[in-house]
């Protein structure tokens, strides 16, 4: 494997190879690769979403996060049809997340749950087939850092300039990489697989509905930052309820000692470098291969954010109540989902018994 191949591997991949190494010159080799990567990694992204935000000013800086997801995601992941097909999809993609988000903030809390409905019915059913490719968490979490940053007059019109050049930017990096390959499948596969018995059908309908309703009762109680409930409830919502049980104990255990730690540099750490712990928090994420790791760090980014504007003490608890009503409403909306839809298969079977 050649250094720049190496530099192409993800966390998993880095630490297995160092847990392969026989020598200390081989692990200490591959473990200044990965500290290479880790560098050049927040070195670039840091750098890019900056030049967003020079482009298309501070408060357009989140266009510039959610290009680069999108980026780094479609250069190498698909959306499982013909090339040609996809590509378009992703422009497609970029026009809901650009005016959705907008719109739907205009509207009341119920109103702006239906809009949200049927905007990440078409990012899911289209846009995440594969549920184990986690495009869930590029495209959703697009849309709701969105939503989260919504911005109005010039501001939004810069923004509409901004994720036009990310739309162009991401579908020429996906034709690109993706031009030679061969799909079976096209479109209307994706809509005649549509299967409501399917785990992946209910998986999508789960994420789908759950997160808009999350985000709209957290705005009904009128609690800010209502995209971080929504982000925790899309993170967790998996086809499997073994996975999902997992994902909501290292979510909630994640954050909660996520917030431990921040709040512990926060009162070591000089104020002049309070902006740099998230920072620190995306260095973490890139050392980070376990889910419940990436939930500690990713406490970091969120909070150094949050306290700007409410303080460390309503950031924290913030954080805290988003995150668990979050998971705990997306654990128990699937849970009852997936209880409905199989009394609802056994009815069914019976009467054809009968």
């Known amino acids: ?47 890019f979403v900056s030049i967003f935000s020079i482009l298309f000013g501070n ?17 190498n992941a698909d959306l499982g049809i013909h090339t040609g097909q996809s590509t378009m999809l992703l422009a497609l993609f970029f ?31 289209f846009g995440c087939h594969n549920p184990f490719m986690f495009n869930q968490s590029t495209l959703v979490l697009g849309y709701l850092l969105l939503y989260g940053y919504d911005v109005t007059g010039k501001s939004y019109q810069m923004r509409l300039v901004g994720m036009a050049l990310g739309a162009a930017l991401t579908c020429f990096v996906f034709y690109r990489n993706h031009k030679n390959r061969t799909y079976k499948r096209n479109l209307k596969d994706l809509i005649h697989e549509f299967d409501i018995t399917s785990s992946r059908t209910k998986w999508q309908i789960c994420q789908i509905l759950c997160v ?9 109680c009128n609690m800010p930052r ?35 730690c921040f709040t512990v540099l ?18 973490g ?17 969120a909070l150094a954010i949050a306290t700007e504007t409410y303080g460390l003490q309503g950031a924290v608890s913030l954080r805290v109540i988003q995150n668990v009503f979050g998971v705990v ?13 199989s009394k609802k298969k056994e009815s069914e079977v019976t009467v054809h018994a009968e």
């Open 1 to 47: 494997m050649t250094f720049y191949q190496e530099l192409q591997l993800n966390q998993a991949g880095s630490k297995n190879l160092l847990k392969k190494s026989e020598t200390l010159k081989e692990k200490l080799y591959h473990m200044w690769v990965y500290l290479v990567k880790i560098a050049v990694t927040m070195a670039f992204c840091f750098f």
């Open 59 to 75: 408060e357009n800086s989140i266009v510039g996060v959610v290009v680069l997801l999108c980026l780094m995601v479609f250069r």
């Open 95 to 125: 026009v809901i997340m650009t005016v959705c988000p907008h719109l739907a903030n205009q509207f009341s809390p119920v109103l702006g749950m239906l809009l949200n409905i049927a905007a990440l019915a078409v990012l899911i059913l």
């Open 212 to 220: 808009p309703i999350v985000l709209c009762i957290a705005e009904l």
């Open 226 to 260: 209502a995209m971080w409930a929504g982000i925790a409830a899309m993170s967790v919502i998996l086809p499997f309820m073994e996975d999902m049980h997992y994902r909501v104990r290292k979510r909630i255990v994640g954050n909660i000692v996520g917030v431990i």
């Open 266 to 283: 926060y009162f070591l750490l000089p104020s002049s470098i309070y902006a740099y712990i998230g920072i620190l928090g995306g260095i």
């Open 285 to 301: 994420v890139g050392f980070s291969a376990q889910y419940g790791w990436q939930a500690v760090f990713n406490t970091f980014g």
């Open 329 to 341: 409403f997306a654990l128990a909306f699937c849970v009852i989902f997936y209880w409905f839809m």
